[in-house]
């Protein structure tokens, strides 16, 4: 940590991850995502306006001030290497490295992270396929959308799987639905209805519900010719070296 306390670590963490870097968010989507009460958040905004962490505006909400969103960032960083430091090194499964994850970030200062890093291989994305923050606050991921917006025919790779909950991610991984590896959309059904995904894994039917939380790098039209799924991921690193945009932390869960 550095000058302020984990509990104020954590807050700024998840007001990133909701977008507060650029935008104003409800106090209550923020009461929300921590799962504690309104009161609760109250406090601890009064405590961080004091502190020149965050502004709020009476019926706008809450945005991070710069030092809010470097003290945000250095959260999340330190979050998404724990869990990919519990991953690869210490063989955490995926859909269990998120709590751990945090109680870990909670102690870890910056000479644990950077030999957490370093152990876990420089990975450029967590488990779950959301970018690691530079030591530096930079911030970098790939143009992706959710899945249930790709239209049937197209390919692509999976970028990132946007939920925390531990079933959705061992069903995922049963599946061989993984951040890194190469998709096809072989069909959809009409009206919402569910989509055929094929992965090297084989064929799935998705609901729309897990298809929004799935986020996809979609290949050019003209790049569809002839392409099948083949590789397996490296999850640590997931993502590979594609063009990269900066992040859009308004969906991020971990």
């Known amino acids: 940590m550095t000058g302020i306390t984990a509990s104020q670590a954590a807050y700024l963490g998840e007001l ?6 650029n935008d104003f968010v409800h ?5 929300e995502t921590l799962h504690v009460s309104p009161a609760a958040v109250s406090r601890m905004a ?3 306006e004091k502190g020149g962490l965050i502004e709020r505006r009476p019926y706008r909400g809450v945005r991070l001030t710069a030092r809010g969103r470097t ?4 959260a999340v960083r330190a979050h998404r290497l724990a869990e990919a430091y519990l991953v690869r090194v210490l063989g955490y499964g995926w859909h269990e490295a998120h709590d751990t994850a945090d109680r870990l970030g909670e102690i870890a200062d910056e000479t644990l992270v950077a030999r ?6 420089y990975p450029r994305r967590c488990p779950h396929g959301e970018p690691i923050p530079g030591a530096d606050g930079t911030i970098e991921v790939p143009e992706d959308v959710p899945l249930h917006t790709v239209p049937e025919g197209r390919t692509g790779r999976i970028s990132r799987i946007r939920v925390r909950e531990a079933e959705r991610l061992q069903y995922l991984e049963a599946k061989g639905v993984l951040p890194g590896l190469p998709f096809t959309v072989e069909g959809r059904a009409p009206f919402e209805g569910p989509i055929r995904l094929r992965v090297p894994a084989g064929e799935s039917v998705l609901g729309q519900e897990l298809a929004r939380v799935i986020w996809v790098e979609v290949d050019s039209p003209t790049s569809n010719r002839g392409r099948k799924p083949s590789s397996l991921p490296d999850r640590g690193t997931s993502g590979g070296d594609a063009p990269a945009t900066v992040l859009d932390s308004s969906r991020a869960v971990c």
């Open 116 to 121: 957490m890093e370093a152990h876990a291989g």
């Open 16 to 21: 990133f991850r909701l977008g507060g870097e």
């Open 46 to 48: 009064r405590r961080l």
């Open 27 to 31: 106090p209550g989507s923020w009461a």
């Open 71 to 74: 003290e945000g960032v250095r």
